[in-house]
């Protein structure tokens, strides 16, 4: 059933009036609430409003999307939150995220201070209500007043036309949440998140800094997440492009993408602590390209050329390395010698991609040699096959990962080609209610360089939504463990 916006005040109920909106005036104070909770049973609700602002946090006009509903029976969390924040954000409105306390009757001075204390963000007369029932909701209040700017005071007028405008501006997007507000479940795929090779990396960082102190440097993202490396830098990580950007002698960390050779030697020449965090997988890449580069064969890398494991990789080699990216360029290359002529591969591809343009150069190159085992990793092929397995049953697949993730974009496309609708997210704060609008099943999956506690935060909001019911999906185990590197072992 399509949620409904509830406004206690007619004022209120017709500034969230626009197209596309369904709106109920229930009018003021918590009887009037509570006899139009109870009338809408397990209805998807926003209880929306203007409010007063217990804190001076908060300005007239700016929005309070409730985090949780301070009850008279105690706090009762609003999962969805988060979403619902960030997409009146992106409308382009002042919005903070916390608790809200309802009240039996209007606060003033000394109480209002008390509820800030205890960490509230405003105050209303009518959530608790529709906070008993079951069902969805969220609670977003327009701030009308606050300690500084008292309702009983001149101004209050131009203050409550600020605070309409806002719901008013606000509204689409309620009715938005409204339509993505429905029963369902979650698909979760497994594996996903963290594979050894990016645990292992973060690892190295963690234990230089512990080990070496702070500043650390680190040659380009450590593993390409955004939220990884905030929190390292939090810790004291610097994050460089270059070798040169680090003063010499510091103690510095290699990237998991691995790096050319040249990259190495700016290294020494600078007197650098150097810290490989290299995959183990890719440098088995490394090895097969030097390998190849010894018997003199023109080595065919299949991969994105402007990704840093393939410059790393091609790195190794440049006078024998040729980067092929698609079926396309496959068809067309060409080879010194054709009976000398090999291939490797970037370790984050979309395996059924792969596979395709190293058989457009088999056909070509019969006598082409190939790597000894798979290049493309283990993690890369599992969370593919459990991607695949989600998207054949969900109406929609959210992939929490970052843009310049390789791994994360292959995921995205593999759901596509499945026939499903897929976006890829760095984190809950990116995803547009408009696609959960009709998804009754919603399948969820992120990539091997993505913390877990992402994925966690989205099923917590989705299950806000109404999609409550939780399956996994698991179609490998995973138990590979690499060892660190003895500067930090």
């Given at each position: ?67 949780e ?30 608790p ?21 963000l ?108 905030r ?9 460089v ?10 103690t ?23 810290i ?24 065919f ?9 393939v ?14 990216e ?5 068809a ?33 190159f ?13 993690a ?9 397995a ?41 995803v ?18 993505a ?17 409550d019911?939780l ?6 185990d ?8 003895r500067?930090?072992?």
């Amino acid at each position: 059933m399509t949620g409904i916006i509830c406004a206690p005040l007619r004022m209120e109920a017709a500034a969230l009036r626009v197209p596309g909106a369904r709106v109920l005036h229930t009018g003021m104070g918590p009887r009037r609430a509570a006899e139009s909770a109870a009338r809408l049973e397990d209805t998807p609700v926003v209880v929306s409003g203007v409010s007063g602002g217990v804190t001076d946090r908060v300005r007239p006009g700016d929005l309070v999307v409730a985090t949780e509903i301070d009850t008279p029976e105690g706090p009762v969390p609003l999962p969805s939150a988060p979403l619902l924040a960030a997409a009146l954000r992106r409308h382009g409105l002042t919005v903070h995220t916390g608790p809200i306390t309802s009240s039996d009757g209007l606060v003033e001075g000394a109480e209002r201070a008390r509820l800030a204390e205890r960490g509230a963000l405003a105050v209303d007369m009518e959530s608790a209500q529709f906070a008993a029932r079951p069902g969805p909701l969220a609670v977003v209040r327009s701030v009308v007043d606050t300690p500084g700017h008292p309702l009983w005071r001149p101004g209050t007028v131009w203050r409550g036309i600020s605070g309409l405008r806002s719901l008013r501006a606000a509204a689409p997007v309620l009715a938005q949440w409204c339509d993505a507000a429905a029963g369902g479940e979650i698909l979760l795929a497994s594996p996903r998140s963290f594979c050894a090779g990016v645990e292992r990396a973060i690892e190295i960082v963690e234990r230089a800094l512990e080990r070496y102190g702070s500043p650390v440097y680190v040659r380009r993202q450590i593993v390409h997440n955004a939220h990884v490396v905030r929190r390292l830098e939090s810790l004291g990580a610097v994050f460089v492009q270059e070798i040169a950007e680090i003063p010499a002698g510091a103690t510095t960390v290699l990237a998991a993408h691995g790096v050319a050779p040249s990259v190495r030697e700016a290294a020494v020449d600078r007197g650098l602590k150097v810290i490989d965090a290299t995959c183990p997988l890719v440098t088995k890449v490394h090895n097969e390209v030097r390998r190849y580069r010894s018997r003199d064969d023109t080595v065919f890398l299949i991969g994105h050329a402007d990704h840093e494991e393939v410059e790393g990789t091609f790195g190794e080699a440049p006078d024998h390395v040729v980067v092929v990216e698609d079926a396309a360029a496959a068809a067309q290359v060409r080879a010194r010698d054709p009976e000398r002529v090999a291939y490797v591969m970037q370790t984050t591809l979309a395996v059924d991609e792969a596979d395709e343009i190293a058989s457009v150069l088999r056909e070509r190159f019969p006598a082409m040699s190939a790597p000894r085992r798979d290049d493309i990793c283990y993690a890369t092929t599992n969370r593919q096959r459990a991607v695949r397995a989600v998207a054949e049953h969900a109406d929609l697949v959210l992939v929490v990962g970052s843009t310049n993730s390789s791994n994360s974009q292959r995921l995205v496309e593999v759901a596509r080609r499945q026939g499903t609708r897929a976006y890829l997210v760095d984190d809950v704060s990116e995803v547009d209610l408009r696609w959960l609008a009709g998804a009754r099943r919603i399948g969820i999956t992120a990539g091997a360089s993505a913390p877990p506690q992402l994925v966690e935060e989205l099923t917590r909001c989705l299950g806000g939504l109404g999609r409550d019911r939780l399956r996994e999906s698991q179609v490998a185990d995973e138990d590979v463990q690499f060892t660190l590197p003895r500067e930090v072992g």
